[in-house]
Antibody
């Protein structure tokens, strides 16, 4: 069974750093792109970008370029999303999702993690 | 960037009725790389339709997708109680990929 399991909720102060995780199981993690999607409170879905765990190739959406960093550790089938200095406006639910077909970045998202709620408040 | 505009914002219907949701793209979506997702409160989105008209695994046949180019439609033939949710369209043909703003289907 394909599963993506994300790390737990986080409460941080502005300016702090953070790294959240997304662990895949039940499939060949290295060979499928992983997407990150943001959902701010009461709002819609925003595509942040994608990473290919096999070689850590990354593509960032323009609104997120330079604001976050994607990484992956294929030895433990885990992708990461990190911030160097959080802002209150980073408060949101963050989802990871698998792209549907092997090796292709032009795919819909067929499996989703449960989401990680990040709250940034002083 | 391809902008997706969904309409209506909210659809108020009764169980058993037909729901028709629209998604319009600011430019043509190559290869009909358009998907639809359902999101219920407190849950992650679920893939319903991809390639504009192909149902994802396990999706009931009351859900259907149609359209091409810039105009796409999600139809729910007969609403079941569990279908009341928010629906998003998503294009994965251009960079960056984008989502529509969502259509809420609520119980009338």
């Amino acid at each position: 069974e394909v599963q993506l399991v994300q790390s737990g909720a986080e409460v941080k102060k502005p300016g702090e750093s953070l790294k959240i995780s997304c662990r895949g199981s039940g499939y060949s993690f290295n060979n499928y792109w992983i997407a990150w999607v943001r959902q701010m409170p009461g709002k819609g879905l925003e595509w942040m970008g994608i990473i290919y765990p096999g070689d850590s190739d990354t593509r960032y959406g323009p609104s997120f370029q330079g604001q976050v960093t994607f990484s992956a550790d294929k030895s433990i089938s885990t992708a990461y999303l990190q911030w160097g200095a959080l802002k209150a406006s980073d408060t949101a639910m963050y989802y990871c999702a698998r792209l549907m077909e092997v090796g292709s970045s032009w795919q819909p998202h067929d499996y989703w993690g449960q989401g990680t709620l990040v709250t940034v408040s002083s | 960037e391809i902008v997706l505009t969904q309409s209506p914002g909210t659809l108020s219907l009764s169980p058993g009725e037909r729901a028709t949701l629209s998604c319009r793209a600011s430019q043509s979506v190559t290869s009909n790389y358009l998907a639809w997702y359902q999101q219920k409160i407190g849950q992650a989105p679920r893939l319903l339709i991809y390639g504009a008209s192909s149902r994802a695994t396990g999706i009931p046949d009351r859900f259907s997708g149609s359209g091409s180019g810039t105009d796409f439609t999600l139809t729910i033939s007969r609403l079941e109680p569990e279908d009341f949710a928010v629906y998003y369209c998503h294009q994965y043909a251009g960079s960056p990929r984008t989502f529509g703003q969502g259509t809420k289907v609520e119980i009338k």
